[in-house]
């Protein structure tokens, strides 16, 4: 689903390296008392997430890309990923503290879909964590945090199964059921993303 060789972007997208607030959403409440990243450092960290989002297939279905473009594309100018790197734990929800020089590097990604009752959500963010944490050669932090922004009507359960995915990897070390496939089908980016802490599909 990559683009056609030797055709750019479309007029309707940002540069890859720009950081244009007015195209992307707020931050929001997960990221409330955090580091909130902007300019340089939000396209860093963007650019990995892009990465690590092309090698598991992390594609929006709707548009037919790798689900960063969407912090790009100008149609969608409150919808994408914002990112702060997690540096106190104002909620009591952290695994990071501000006070321990030893606490482990924590970056807060959360994702604002294009409309309240998209039905990619649940997938895309489980799909995100999946990626950004199994690759976590590709980055500098111990624990990537994602959850979906409270505008999804559904964000509450879906952020629920996010941080139980989350207590599972911070414990266990696994993304997965054990003999789940990373290419099990079923997931927009090819894995099944049955919930573990569930026994069955979202």
Known sequence: ??????????AGFDDEDAFVPDH??????FLDGHEVLTGDDHVAVHRV???C??????????????LARLNRDRRHPDAGFRYA????DPD?????????????????AEFTPTTPFCPQSDTLTVASFRAWNGLAERHDFDLV????????????????????LEERFVETGALREVGESDRAGGGFDGVDHGDPAEDGPF
Do not use: Q, W
């Not at 689903?1 to 479309?10: A, C, E, I, L, V």
């Not at 989002?53 to 790798?66: A, I, K, P, Q, S």
């Not at 922004?149 to 941080?163: C, F, G, Q, T, W």
């Open 53 to 66: 989002f092309e090698e598991r297939r992390v594609y929006d279905m709707t548009f037919g890309y790798n």
């Open 49 to 51: 997430a892009r990465e």
């Open 1 to 10: 689903m990559r683009g056609f060789p030797g055709f750019g972007d479309p």
């Open 92 to 108: 009591g929800d952290g695994v990071a503290s501000g006070l321990d020089v030893a606490a482990p590097a924590v970056l807060r």
């Open 145 to 164: 945090r994602v959850r979906v922004a409270p505008m999804h009507h559904e964000s509450e359960v879906i952020d629920a199964k996010l941080a139980r």
């Open 24 to 29: 992307l959403p707020e931050p929001g409440p």
């Open 85 to 88: 790197v997690e540096t106190a």
